[in-house]
T-cell receptor, first 114, second 115 residues
Framework: DGGITQSPKYLFRKEGQNVTLSCEQN?????MYWYRQDPGQGLRLIYY???????QKGDIAEGYSVSREKKESFPLTVTSAQKNPTAFYLC?????????????FGPGTRLTVL | AQSVTQPDIHITVSEGASLELRCNYS??????LFWYVQSPGQGLQLLLK??????LVQGIKGFEAEFKRSQSSFNLRKPSVHWSDAAEYFC?????????????FGTGTRLQVTL
């Protein structure tokens, strides 16, 4: 079955540590996205990537980094510079013109800083 | 810049009652509009989308939405709510372009269903 997987489902981090969240898709989609979700704030875009080896900052990129070495993978690193990293993180992907800009979402990773 | 407003943070309806969730958008051209649903601790699932043509669009799970350009609205409706519809609902707007279009999401409306 085609879809998007995120791992781990739950992640705990000590202050000062970097952590990497995994996002993999087998939908053959070109574009991938990372969102952060906090209660009452909806989804906010962190980074997005249109094609392999290319990515752009979203609205809240500070304290985060990404890479796009493979079409299927778009990992997100939450660095120690992110002052308030506890949140629910969602990865999404989008195909070509035929998909009419519909984004498909993974199940999410809940990050908690201890 | 595009923006989305969902004025209702929380709505409670009785099972079997009708439902309307409001969504207003701001966008300079013809928008692509979406409604997504999210169960607690889960990802988002697309309910329906509007790009052009008939302004009344049908989605999954018995939902429908109507695009009203004059009111910049895209309200979600369901004639009879089921207890399993309890979830958070997000309206989103995107550019009418090809790949890598960014979506802007509203802050969501949490639906509670009473039996």
């Amino acid at each position: 079955d085609g879809g998007i997987t995120q791992s781990p489902k739950y992640l705990f981090r000590k202050e000062g540590q970097n952590v990497t969240l995994s996002c993999e898709q087998n939908l053959n989609h070109d574009a991938m996205y990372w969102y952060r979700q906090d209660p009452g704030q909806g989804l906010r875009l962190i980074y997005y990537s249109q094609i392999v080896n290319d990515f752009q900052k979203g609205d809240i990129a500070e304290g985060y980094s990404v890479s796009r070495e493979k079409k299927e993978s778009f990992p997100l690193t939450v660095t120690s510079a992110q002052k308030n990293p506890t949140a629910f993180y969602l990865c999404a992907s989008m195909g070509g013109k035929s998909s009419y800009n519909e984004q498909f979402f993974g199940p999410g990773t809940r990050l908690t800083v201890l | 810049a595009q923006s989305v407003t969902q004025p209702d943070i929380h709505i409670t309806v009785s099972e079997g009652a009708s439902l309307e969730l409001r969504c207003n958008y701001s966008y300079g051209a013809t928008p692509y509009l979406f409604w997504y649903v999210q169960s607690p601790g889960q990802g988002l699932q697309l309910l329906l989308k509007y790009f052009s043509g008939d302004t009344l669009v049908q989605g999954i799970k018995g939902f429908e939405a109507e695009f009203k350009r004059s009111q910049s609205s895209f309200n979600l409706r369901k004639p009879s709510v089921h207890w399993s519809d309890a979830a958070e609902y997000f309206c989103a707007v995107g550019k009418a372009a090809g790949t890598a279009s960014k979506l802007t999401f509203g802050t969501g409306t949490r639906l509670q269903v009473t039996l």
